[in-house]
């Protein structure tokens, strides 16, 4: 066991290394939901209400996560690596885990920029609402690491991540609205720790078949 | 009493979509074999050897390999490695994921015979292309495989690296099982014991 943890922390590592070389991901996707939460602060009514602020939270952090994880794979794209670590002989789910470590790295750095932003620009968060942000992000990169991978393997993979992820994630969208503006946020946090648990186990057991031909 | 194959393929078949490019291929490798696998462009070898190391998996026939994946080795036609680690930080990855022992002296000892060690603290996005390939071949001998599979390893070769290449077959010939596909098969004769010619389907 402490050999795959110790194989998680060096595919993990890897991944914040060559973030910090290249710095691809995080900038773009700290720039993107601030964009993204200035544009709904001018496009919501004044008198709107904070309720549909709340929602557009969770947007925001959706579609912040797909472009994160689009560019997620991209290093094992460029020169075969995934062959690489597809042909080492650890267990293949800890390339997904490690690779899951990374992207939720990147997605918490962005919301530690975001909900600060949120908070100046629309409704204050309470602490299930900010618990709902960090079960969500859990699901979210377990999900979108193994569904980043099948499209990274496809010709389509622009079209096909959104087209895959987004349906797939619905559930946690569900889950955090309601942990944020609901008066029984305790029933929809045990749902995305549920969602969390059977979409980790499933994405871990399934990641084998997505990288071999 | 003859040693049991490490490699048995039998009538291997390969296609992608309605495109088969892989046919009926069989053959049986020992200890200590080296297979050279030659064709024309299109023809399979790539396949034949994605097949071999498991990272792909036949149509129709059997291709068993008796050996984890973690002694088997391989060069495709890209290196397998990071393009924005350094050279260390790559061997280092896969030093860690396969348990080499004494990690760091060995991956001293292969920069060093393949001329990387002044490069070893550089980017692989600032390689050469040989460059590139020699670090393809560092990572393949890092944990000293006992089947080893090449795709063409010397495409990218200047003669200086094509020479330790060779000596290094060479040296490996009779002790590792070696798969190489080539488009000079005269490079590799002494180290031979077999060859395959793969035609198109």
Not at chain 1, 64 to 73: I, Q, V
Not at chain 1, 167 to 196: C, H, M, N, Q, R
Not at chain 2, 167 to 182: F, R
Request: proline share 4%; glycine share 10%; with cysteine.
């Amino acid at each position: 066991m402490s050999g795959y943890l110790g194989d998680v922390a060096a595919l993990a590592r890897k991944d914040l290394r060559l973030e910090l070389r290249a710095r691809d991901t995080l900038p773009a996707m700290l720039l993107f939901v601030l964009a993204t939460l200035v544009v709904f602060h001018f496009a919501m009514p004044a008198d709107a209400g904070d309720d549909p602020a709340y929602g557009l939270l969770w947007v925001a952090l959706v579609f912040t996560s797909l472009l994160g994880l689009a560019r997620a794979w991209v290093p094992e794209r460029e020169a075969g690596a995934l062959d690489g670590l597809v042909l080492a002989p650890t267990d293949r789910s800890a390339i997904w885990l490690g690779k899951t470590i990374a992207s939720l790295a990147f997605l918490g750095a962005a919301e530690v920029v975001a909900i600060p932003a949120f908070v100046l620009f629309f409704a204050p968060l309470d602490a299930h609402a900010l618990a709902g942000v960090v079960l969500a992000s859990v699901g979210i990169c377990a999900v979108g690491s193994l569904v980043s991978a099948m499209a990274a393997a496809s010709r389509g993979r622009e079209v096909l991540l959104p087209l895959i992820f987004l349906p797939l994630v619905i559930p946690i969208v569900v889950g955090g609205v309601g942990a944020t503006i609901s008066e029984e946020p305790g029933k929809f946090l045990a749902f995305l720790g549920l969602y969390d648990a059977v979409f980790a186990i499933l994405s871990w057991a399934a990641f084998e078949y997505v990288v071999t031909e | 009493m003859a040693e049991a194959p490490i490699v048995t393929a039998r009538a291997v078949e390969r296609s992608y979509g309605a495109r088969r490019v892989l046919r009926g291929v069989s053959f049986d490798l020992a200890r200590g074999d080296a297979l050279l696998v030659t064709g024309a462009n299109g023809s399979g070898k790539t396949t034949l050897l994605r097949l071999l190391v498991g990272l792909a998996v036949p149509s129709r026939g059997t291709i068993d390999v008796a050996l984890h994946r973690s002694r088997l080795g391989f060069v495709g036609h890209e290196p397998l490695v990071y393009r924005e680690l350094t050279a260390l930080e790559n061997l280092d990855l896969y030093g860690r994921l396969y348990r080499v022992p004494e990690r760091r002296e060995r991956i001293g000892m292969l920069l060093e015979r393949f001329g990387l060690w002044d490069a070893r603290g550089e980017r692989v996005s600032a390689f050469s292309r040989g460059m590139t390939q020699r670090l393809g071949l560092c990572r393949a001998l890092l944990h000293e495989p006992e089947l080893l599979v090449l795709d063409e390893p010397h495409s990218a070769l200047d003669t200086q690296g094509a020479g330790l290449l060779d000596q290094e077959l060479e040296s490996l010939a009779g002790q590792s099982t070696l798969v190489v596909a080539t488009h000079e098969p005269e490079r590799l004769e002494r180290v031979a014991t077999a060859s395959l010619s793969l035609g198109t389907t």
